[in-house]
């Protein structure tokens, strides 16, 4: 199953690093790097703190299998896997 994620949009839209994020959301900076590149799927926990640390739900940053991901306005976002 392919998890797709507005991750890099979301970090370009508030010109945060990785390495902000994973401070701020408390998942490993590698980990995060791995979800947004699609190598490995977030545990049910970490897609809830990275999604709150946006201040979004979990289905605004991720969705699961082929399904187009749009951002909290409703506009496309890019998907990246």
Do not use: Y
């Not at 739900?57 to 969705?63: A, D, H, K, S």
């Amino acid at each position: 199953m392919r998890v797709h994620n507005v991750i890099p949009k979301l970090l370009n839209d508030r010109r945060w690093t990785l390495g902000k994020l994973a401070q701020r959301s408390g998942v490993d900076k590698g980990h995060l790097s791995r979800i947004i590149s699609g190598k490995t799927m977030p545990g049910v926990f970490q897609a809830w703190r990275i999604a709150a640390t946006f201040g979004l739900g979990i289905e605004e940053v991720f969705r699961f299998g082929t399904q187009e991901v749009s951002d909290a306005h409703g506009a496309d976002a890019k998907i990246c896997s």
